[in-house]
Each structure stands twice: as C-alpha cells, then as structure tokens.
C-alpha cells in the first residue's frame, strides 16, 4: 500500500499537550441528543425526502422524545426551505421542542435562514464555516485573519436579525474542527461568545465536528478537554460535538468526547451521513442503557424505529447494526445457544426468588448485553439453528418454540438429527421445521406394536393379529410385561415427565432410543417402535 502519501495526524494539526482527566472519568448521565437526520442525514442520500418522509421522520423523533431537532438547511432548496416553514404554520413543534435550522456564514444565506423561522417561538440558528488550514488555503483561499473577520461578520447579522427575541438561540460550528490549530479554534469561539452576549440563561453552542476523521479516538477526546478547559465563559457555553465514521470510530470519538467534557452530540439514527456515516446515535443512546444509564429516548420498539428510518432514508438497516439489525440477537453458534439457553432459565429462577417479573429482574445473560424485550423483540429469534449449533440451540427452539423441554440425556441424539438436516440443505433450519422433524421421529412413529387398551394397571398391545396384556403398578410397568409377553424384552432406561409431555429412553437387544407423547407408557411404545422399526 501506498502508505507514505499520508501524514499521521500529529503532523497535519498541533494535538495539545496536557494532563488529560477524561481516561479516568465515567459516563453517568446522557448528553442532549441533537438527531441531524432531517438536514446532513438528508444532505447524503442519493434520493433526498420529500416533505412527507420528513414529516413522517420528524414525527418518529418527537415520538422518541428528542427536545433539539435540526430540521434543514432553509437556504439550500426551496423544499427544505418550505418544510421548515411547514412545521412553523401547522404547529407540527411541540412546546418543549426546539429546532435547528443550519447556515453558511454568508448574508444572503443567513437572511433566508431567518425567513424560514419567522413565527416560531423557539429556534437555534446554527452558523458554520470550515476553519481547518486545507479548507482555508484550497476551499476558501482565505487566511487566519480574514476568515475570522468573516465569520464575526456573519455572526453580527445573525445576532441583528435575531434582536431580542429570548427564544432564539445561536449555535457555531468551526467545520473540520479536528484538523483546525487549537488556539485558533479557540479564539474563533471565544469571539463569538462575546459577540452573541452568551449568558448561563441564554448559552451558546459551540459544536466541534470531527467532520472527517483522521485519528484514533483519543486524539478527539484531548481535542475536546482542551476547549473545555480553555472556552470563555464556560458556564455559558454548550460545549458540542459532531463525529463522523470514516475510520469506524466515530461512536467511540463521541463517548470520549463526553467523557471529556461535551455536553451535547449530534448524529444520525443508525449513522446514516455522508462517506460513512454520522456517529449512530441508537448505539450510543442503547450503550449508556446496557451501562445502567437512562438514556431519555424511547427504544421501546425498535423495529417501528427501524422501518420507518428505512422508509425514509430508502437505505436497508445491516442485519448485523447494533441493536437494531435483525440478528443481533441472534445465536447460531452451538456454545453460545447452550450459554444463552441456560442463561434465560437462571434468569427466571433470579426473577422468582426476587418476587419480580422477569422484565424487572436485573439482567445477566451471556452474549445478550440488553433484554430484546427492552427494544420491543421477541425471544423467538434469540437461537436459530443451522450447521454450526448444537444440542442447547435445537433443545431451546424446541423448549420454546413447540413446548418440548427435552431431558438433558435426549439432546444429543435430537440435535444430531437436526444437524444431518442441516448439513443436507446448507442453511437454516427454520423453528417449525425443528419442530415437525421431531415429531415425525419422536411423537408420531409407526411400527410394529400399538396399544390398544390402556387402564392405570393394565396395557393391551398389539401385534399383527395378536394382542397381548400386562399388568403392573402403572401404565410404563403394564407396558413392559406386555411387551415381554410378546415377545421382546424392553429395558426402560430412564422415564420422565417434563412440561406437560412425557419422554422415555429404551432399550431392546442392546440398542437403545428414545421416544416422547403425551402419556409415559406412548413414550415407551414410541421409543419401542423406532427400535423395532
């Protein structure tokens, strides 16, 4: 690989150099959630919404229980333009709902960013322009000095247009942030929190985006605890971050990022943005609740979430994104199914002995971070069985799925034949079929015998034209002499009843099997018949 083309980090933007206090802090209270799905989710779908996906998708949020939504870029189309204007005329933003409305630091653009606002009580006006030496010297072609006079410039307008309307509050974002000179960032801010009077009723936000990403996520995190550290009036600064995912690390930038002093994130549902994405905000709301932290949005159902995030975004969510992909609760590894398996019956006997309903037990299954029922799933999907399960997998799908708990000894030789079935097609074997290939061999078996009378004494079987009787103590004892009377000695090896259905291992000539049915001595006859037969 052409490596030596590119620059390490430390030699493309001064990294600060100080005692670091985020390694040793923990997350213990969610940011303020700030979806941006409407506006730079939109701005990077090949086949952006129309007003009635972003209606639909707006609505989901709200739902959700966002209180900051960035809902356009006005001054970009006429369509984001007129659905801002939308949720201003029809009272689509509830009462304790802000939004955000983005613009370039230009006049003319900034004009028509307020237009679009007039009427609404609550709005923040997020400003942005790119600061990052590349963007000045190819995009801008603008030096330090002159680009900060800019961006004052623009932010004296917005402030004009503003006036002393309390609701409406202002956001900077320093674009490509972390390729930016840290004191030049910094002196950018500061400005604009003088500029904009910030006060601790009235805050400004200063979004730092990690617009593209170029280094591990540690190098973000100092990034961030130096503006912490060094922002003028900090109590009256929302310190903000905006991580992309193009090195695949934009959740973990924005859990440091936290950790070292932000206090808001933007992102998208499921990290839909451009490249690869914005940071997912489901995965970092969802990791804080696998740590014991409310995060304050509804996940209760997910798969609701999902689709309509799909429908407006016209792109498929993977099977494998965390928490919401289809299979992320998902075992067809045959040691995690048995862990798994066992781990839901301790959970039950722990929610017994607490005296609570298993949805209030305190949750430890391995490979399961979260409950599916916390985000709405069924358990019915947790294991599913092809070639590479194992006896726990299939005796769970057969537990759960059909009411057949299986006796430990009997596992093996069921899961066997559920793998030959398996390994014969080269894909899953779906529940109901786990379920009808069990019966075919356990339950419903044809063979030599049948009982033809039955008392809690006595067992009449036949055979061809004969019928032969045994009595004993109970119906499996019955069978046995019967079955001996006839002519085949039947050692019964183990017998038991579990879950309303009785299971039965025998032995004939050496050779053992097992049977199951409602009653023990079918259970018997059954195991009998597949020996015979």
Not at 367 to 393: C, F, T
Not at 438 to 465: E, L, M, Q, W
């Amino acid at each position: 690989m052409p490596s030596h083309r590119y620059r390490s980090v430390y030699d493309r933007v001064p990294v600060p150099e100080f005692e670091r206090a985020w390694p040793s802090r923990r997350l213990e209270a969610p940011p303020l959630w700030v979806p941006v799905d409407l506006r730079d989710g939109n701005q990077a779908l090949a086949d952006p919404m129309d007003p009635a996906r972003k209606r639909r998708f707006f609505d989901l949020l709200v739902t959700m229980g966002f209180k900051e939504i960035e809902v356009g870029y006005p001054s970009a189309s006429r369509d984001d333009f007129a659905f801002v204007r939308h949720l201003v005329e029809s009272g689509a933003v509830p009462d304790d709902v802000t939004i955000v409305v983005f613009t370039p630091a230009r006049h003319d653009l900034i004009e028509r960013t307020f237009a679009s606002i007039e009427g609404l009580p609550r709005a923040v006006v997020h400003l942005y322009t790119a600061t990052a030496p590349t963007w000045r010297d190819v995009v801008l072609r603008r030096g330090r000095d002159e680009l900060h006079r800019l961006v004052l410039d623009a932010a004296a307008l917005v402030a004009r247009l503003a006036g002393d309307r309390p609701g409406v509050r202002f956001e900077f974002s320093p674009e490509v942030f972390n390729q930016t000179e840290p004191d030049y960032v910094l002196s950018v801010c500061d400005s604009l929190t003088e500029l904009w009077d910030a006060s601790p009723d009235r805050p400004v936000i200063h979004n730092l985006p990690a617009t593209v990403e170029i280094a591990s996520p540690n190098v973000y995190a100092d990034q961030i605890e130096y503006m912490h550290r060094n922002l003028a009036r900090r109590d009256s600064v929302i310190l903000s971050v905006h991580p992309h995912n193009d090195r695949g690390t934009g959740v973990a930038c924005a859990e440091l990022a936290v950790l070292a002093g932000a206090q808001r994130v933007e992102g998208c549902l499921f990290g839909n943005g451009e490249r690869t994405g914005n940071v997912d905000l489901v995965a970092l709301a969802l990791n804080l609740h696998a740590q014991g932290v409310d995060p304050r949005i509804d996940f209760s159902d997910i798969d609701v979430i999902r689709a309509t995030v799909e429908h407006c975004n016209r792109i498929g969510v993977h099977e494998r994104h965390p928490y919401g992909g289809d299979l992320v609760y998902t075992a067809f590894s045959g040691t995690h199914q048995d862990a798994i398996g066992k781990g839901f019956a301790h959970h039950a006997e722990q929610a017994r002995a607490l005296g609570v309903a298993p949805d209030e037990a305190p949750w430890n299954v391995p490979y399961l971070p979260i409950d599916p029922h916390d985000v709405g799933r069924s358990y019915e999907a947790v294991i599913r069985v092809n070639s590479q399960s194992g006896k726990g997998g299939v005796a769970y799908v057969l537990d759960t799925e059909h009411g057949f708990d299986l006796p430990p000894g009997m596992r093996a030789e069921v899961s066997r034949r559920v793998q030959a079935a398996a390994d014969e097609s080269g894909a899953e074997v779906p529940a109901k079929e786990i379920g009808d290939l069990f019966r075919a061999a356990y339950v419903d078996v044809t063979g030599p015998f049948a009982v033809v009378g039955a008392t809690d004494a006595s067992v009449t079987v036949r055979i061809g034209d004969a019928e032969h009787t045994g009595t004993g103590d109970d119906p499996v004892a019955a069978l046995v002499r019967a079955l001996r009377a006839a002519g085949t000695d039947v050692e019964v090896t183990e017998h038991v009843v579990r879950s309303g259905v009785a299971y039965a291992e025998c032995r004939v000539d050496g050779r053992t099997a097992w049977g199951a049915a409602p009653a023990p001595h079918d259970a018997v006859l059954n195991a009998v018949n597949r020996l015979l037969s």
